[in-house]
């Protein structure tokens, strides 16, 4: 087992270093360079401008102008936004927590959703409750992320007004204080919901469908044969194999959630990593651009990574190797 | 006497369905899949038939022109639909918008598709060194962060080449990867049968074999798989044009035409300028997979419907 992940760990890295390259190579190919962010802006003289321009190493060739890049990148220096002048390292650093807590709190209500949905059209199948379900799972299926979060906002902040519709944090509370996360779960609810019901289908399909062919195995029969409540006998035996290939979603669900958090944060204005990413595509700030790129890839790679070695973990069959 | 020419009567040769005309009948039959398929029908003919009945619509019935003084109108009988925050009107609008999602949708299938299959079908078929070259070229491809490099790349080809044509390129470029896996997998179950064996035992070449034996026994795991990905396309086109990264904003798209609602007062008070983008699109893509449900049961010989 350990051998494995070490040896798959191990495996990222030639993907990697392809990946920087495709990156370092594509922010080269974007016009304009970040030179601007480095130097003073108000000296316009083009005399400072072409001697910086050499001093920065704009002028190297492109290999060692890579060697340069990934170098510093390896060490944790990924260069100055030239948008905010502060180091990305920094700007990323400000913006990892808002993009943690969404992600966690749509896993969480993803995870409470497919339970209950699923739990109950697992014990009751065919019934007019698991037909509700089915069909309220194959619209959300059908609706596209970004037309949910309109629509969210449209009718849970704008009509009821339950949540704020943009932000993360309502700025007259006090940093810190009781107030100051109440407001900060406030604000991280819809987004959440939103970026939590994508996959809330497809869990609760599978975990129906895992109960329904777990309820007809030998091992309920002998349970029921041997006088066991049948509510014990879904909520702890059928229930424990089947939370089990559950886990091993957890993996793919890393790289969803990237992809999702893009689009959920845009739209919500949540100051995620999300939005930074957009941001840094439209105001043409490169050196944070390479920098999420790479680590979204390499959250990407993690996150299948995880579910290869989750797979192996919850089920002793399956042999990694 | 009389039994004998029951006998003949009943040894009238009857043709038994061939399977293409079982699946058909299956597929008529699903009740959803019709309705899909007529919507289906009903928003193409809509919006290919836009540049000609445009002018029966509304009175704009151009809609790349600003119209200031008709910015924003609620929905009357003059503007079925009401006005956008440019004037533009909203129904002329939304036939025109489908025109370039339906195309982008299609355009980008039809290309992930071909170069899925022809990767798929390489890799199964020879096996060996070609087939571990083509699946780490596959890998390379799924682990990218979609999204993340569509926008980065589409940045960058912007301008180069016309819009609308970088887009399908890009996603396509970049989408091939499960398509690939799944034509491999298929083709690899399928040439372990003997009359791929005999084919090849009596000469013919490998282009032969893949095109005439092995494609029309997966063909129908890739219609199905087709038909998801249409819709799943459909939605990479708007979400991407929603953000600012998809079709160039002066073209009418449904994801064009929903991005007004990053608008906050837009959003909160003309809701008739947003919401029938989103409706068609989330009814476009609900219908899609329906008809995709129904096509993997009517071509599914074990399915019993």
Redesign the interface.
């Given at each position: 087992m350990l051998k494995y992940s070490i040896r798959r760990l191990l495996g990222m890295i030639p993907?990697l270093i392809?990946?920087s390259i495709v990156v370092f190579s594509?922010a080269k190919?974007?016009?304009g360079d970040s030179l601007s962010g480095e130097i003073d802006p108000l000296n316009t003289n083009p005399e400072y401008i072409a001697e910086m321009r050499e001093k920065l190493g704009y002028n190297d060739p492109l290999p060692v102008q890579y060697f340069n890049w990934i170098t510093g990148f390896v060490q944790g220096d990924f260069g100055k936004s030239t948008r905010f002048k502060i180091p990305v390292f920094d700007l990323i650093m400000e913006k990892v927590p808002n993009t943690l807590l969404l992600g966690v709190t749509a896993l969480v209500i993803t995870y409470i959703m497919a339970f209950m949905m699923g739990m109950y059209s697992g014990r009751r199948p065919y019934t007019l409750g698991d037909n509700a379900i089915a069909g309220f799972n194959?619209?959300m299926?059908?609706?596209?992320?970004?037309?949910a979060a309109?629509?969210a906002?449209?009718i849970f902040a704008?009509q009821l007004n339950w949540f704020p519709?943009?932000g993360s944090v309502d700025i007259l509370v006090e940093r810190g204080s009781f107030e100051y996360y109440v407001s900060r779960m406030h604000h991280v609810l819809l987004p959440a919901l939103v970026l939590g019901a994508m996959s809330t289908a497809s869990y609760t399909q599978f975990l129906r469908n895992d109960i329904i062919e777990n309820s007809r195995k030998d091992f309920v029969r002998t349970a029921r044969a041997k006088g066991t409540p049948i509510k014990k006998i879904y909520n702890v035996h059928i229930l424990r194999n089947s939370i089990i290939p559950l886990v091993t979603f957890l993996g793919f669900d890393f790289?969803a959630l990237?992809?999702g958090a893009?689009?959920t944060e845009?739209?919500f204005t949540y100051p995620g990593i999300g939005q930074l990413?957009?941001e840094s595509?439209?105001s043409r700030d490169y050196p944070t651009?390479m920098a999420?790129?790479m680590l979204?890839?390499f959250?990407?790679?993690l996150g299948?990574l995880l579910a290869d070695i989750l797979y192996g973990v919850v089920d002793p069959r399956i042999r990694l190797d | 006497m009389a039994s004998s020419t029951t006998i003949t009567q009943q040894k009238k040769p009857e043709r038994s369905l061939s399977p293409w005309q079982i699946a058909r009948k299956k597929y008529l039959r699903n009740k959803m899949a019709m309705i899909s398929t007529f919507f289906i029908i009903l928003v193409t003919l809509m919006s290919f038939s836009a540049p000609f009945i445009a002018h029966l619509l509304s009175p704009l019935p151009d809609v790349s022109k600003v119209n200031i003084g008709a910015m924003s109108i609620e929905p009357n009988s003059d503007h079925l639909l009401g006005t956008d925050k440019s004037g533009r009107d909203v129904l002329t609008r939304l036939f025109y918008g489908g025109r370039i999602s339906l195309l982008v949708g299609f355009s980008a299938t039809v290309l992930v598709i071909t170069f899925g299959t022809l990767v798929g079908a390489l890799a199964g078929f020879f096996g060996g060194f070609i087939d571990s070259i083509l699946m780490r070229f596959t890998d390379f491809v799924l682990n990218f962060p979609f999204l993340v490099f569509v926008i980065v790349l589409n940045t960058i080809l912007f301008g180069i080449v016309d819009g609308l044509w970088v887009l399908i390129m890009v996603i396509g470029a970049l989408s091939w990867g499960g398509v690939a896996r799944l034509v491999r997998s298929k083709v690899l179950a399928e040439k372990e049968n003997e009359y791929i064996m005999a084919a090849l035992s009596i000469g013919c070449s490998p282009f032969k074999v893949i095109t005439k034996h092995l494609l029309p026994n997966v063909v129908s795991t890739i219609i199905v798989q087709g038909t998801l990905i249409f819709a799943t396309m459909i939605v990479i086109e708007s979400a991407l044009s929603y953000l600012g990264f998809g079709v160039p904003q002066a073209t009418p798209s449904w994801g064009n035409m929903l991005s007004s609602a990053n608008e906050p007062d837009v959003l909160q008070g003309k809701p008739w300028i947003w919401m029938p983008p989103a409706i068609i699109i989330t009814l476009t893509i609900l219908s899609i997979n329906f008809i995709g449900e129904g096509l993997k049961d009517a071509l599914n010989p074990k399915s019993l419907r």
């Open positions: 993907m392809l990946i594509l190919l974007m016009p194959y619209i299926l059908a609706i596209p992320s970004f037309v309109v629509f906002i449209y704008f519709f943009a790289a990237i992809g893009i689009i845009t739209i990413f957009l595509v439209t651009l999420l790129t979204l890839s959250l990407t790679l299948n | -």
